[in-house]
């Protein structure tokens, strides 16, 4: 047994699927929290895609994180941007210099774009990791369309990266593309090239799902190129690493990804794969019984010693898991270790096509069957920040059922997700668009 701590004030770092799980549960309880995030609201990664090809509009994946700790008046939201780590001194200092110190530390800061030093990535590619990446994406393909849809390759698109993120997107591309063309917004459909060094797409799933997606994919008209690295990005083409280029202003990057980058500044903090703080299994660090890192920032080792993937279920959990082990300690008993409940793997290729790999012994599983696997676990992932998910099912089953061509609102009001929330929660989204190298 350890001692009883009093009055304990948790610090969290991020409010992404990791940081809110965190603070809800630590809110449930009456403990004191800071939360700290850049942007006042939280974010749901897994339907940027659908935010980036206009098929749904970017306020509907995002909510004011006042809002989602409105009944926990012991958990306060600060919007500012986190300069420094100090992991010795369980503090955050802020770009406006303020520090805010508190008994425990919870990193929950999530993930940046990793370029692996690909000439030009950084500057022309397009990442898909926020909201903002999201709104840049679609006015770049928006500007597109309407400024030279006819000219020669202008609506081509390359995607590097055959993960869920690359696969996810080139399906939805290839709808957007479809639904372009059924309205006459375009005479000829750009090529959407998905690139990936390996030689299979989601390669984390099964053979028959490898099959799945490929045959998916090709059939919506997506060129699968597989084998091939890319070697530079330039504003206006793409060189691979066998020499050949493909003519495209518009390269969307899903090749892989890296701890956020304020880990680079942490004090006292022990680093590893993809730049991520390395924990023990009870989620803390090292030396530092009272700093947790959690979700996408983090390698979390599994029970076989690997390290769990970057997946929203990972994070809610971890985040949840975290907060448990600080009020273990608050009630004088032992922290335990993170256990996590593995309701398996799933991609979204589009509508009526999905694959899931469900549970710890990944029964494979596609289309309809899939779709309903994948909108269970997410729905389940909104339901820390939406409380109302059974809106977020019947938009996403009206999206995966229909029959006929995808009828995306390209500029007008994309079909929305009915939330049915007060107008005081909907988000007051402050994007700041950083123009990519060219400009666009
Ligand atoms: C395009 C895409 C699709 C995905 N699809 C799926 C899917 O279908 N299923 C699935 O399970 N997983 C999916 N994932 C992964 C999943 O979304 C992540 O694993 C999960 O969101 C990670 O949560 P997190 O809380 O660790 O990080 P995040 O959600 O990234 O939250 C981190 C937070 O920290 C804040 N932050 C970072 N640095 C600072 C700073 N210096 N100052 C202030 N604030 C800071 C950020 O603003 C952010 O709000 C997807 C990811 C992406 C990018």
Not at 11 to 27: E, I, N
């Amino acid at each position: 047994m350890t001692e009883q701590m009093e009055s304990p004030h948790v610090v969290v770092l991020g409010g992404g699927l990791a940081g809110v799980a965190c603070a809800h549960t630590l809110g449930d309880e009456g403990v004191q929290v800071t939360l700290v995030d850049r942007n006042d609201y939280h974010q749901f990664q897994p339907l940027l895609y659908q935010v980036a090809t206009s098929q749904l509009p970017a306020e509907d994946i995002a909510r004011p994180h006042k809002t989602i700790f409105r009944e926990h008046p012991t958990v306060h939201v600060r919007t500012a941007e986190v300069e420094r780590i100090d992991a010795d001194n369980l503090a955050l200092t802020l770009t406006d210099g303020d520090r805010i110190a508190g008994t425990h530390l919870v990193v929950a800061a999530g993930a940046r774009p990793e370029y692996f030093g690909v000439p030009g990535a950084a500057a022309h590619a397009f990442p898909l990791y926020s909201v903002a990446d999201a709104e840049r994406l679609r006015r770049h393909l928006q500007s597109t369309i309407h400024t030279a849809p006819d000219a020669p390759g202008a609506l081509d698109v390359v995607v590097v990266g055959g993960g869920p993120t690359g696969v996810e997107i080139t399906g939805a591309l290839t709808e957007l593309m479809a639904a372009l063309l059924a309205t006459e917004r375009i005479s000829e459909p750009g090529t959407v090239t998905l690139v990936d060094r390996g030689e299979t797409l989601l390669s984390a799933f099964s053979r028959k799902s490898h099959k799945y997606a490929h045959k998916r994919l090709t059939q919506r008209g997506a060129k699968p190129r597989l084998g091939t690295g890319v070697a530079a990005v330039h504003a206006d083409r793409v060189e691979f690493d066998d020499g050949s280029t493909i003519r495209t202003r518009t390269v969307i990057w899903g090749g892989g990804e890296a701890a956020a980058s304020v880990v680079g500044t942490a004090t006292g903090l022990t680093t590893g794969r993809g730049g991520r703080i390395d924990v023990l299994p009870d989620l803390t660090v090292d030396k530092h019984p009272h700093v947790y890192a959690i979700g996408d920032v983090a390698n979390i080792p599994a029970h076989d010693g690997s390290i769990l993937p970057q997946l929203g279920s990972v994070a809610q959990q971890s985040g949840a898991w975290a907060a448990g082990n600080i009020l273990r300690e608050v009630r004088g008993e032992k922290a335990e270790p993170f256990h996590y409940k593995d309701k398996g793997i799933m991609a979204m290729i589009g509508r009526n096509a999905a694959v899931a790999e469900v549970g710890r012994h990944r029964h494979q599983v596609e289309g309809p069957v899939a779709f309903a696997a994948w909108l269970g676990v997410h729905a389940m992932l909104l339901s820390g920040a939406h409380s109302r998910t059974d809106a977020f099912m019947t938009w996403a089953w009206n999206y995966f059922d229909r029959d006929h061509a995808a009828t995306v609102e390209w500029s007008g009001e994309p079909e929305r997700i009915a939330w049915g929330d007060e107008t005081a929660d909907v988000p007051h989204i402050r994007i700041n668009v950083v123009p990519r190298g060219d400009g666009t």
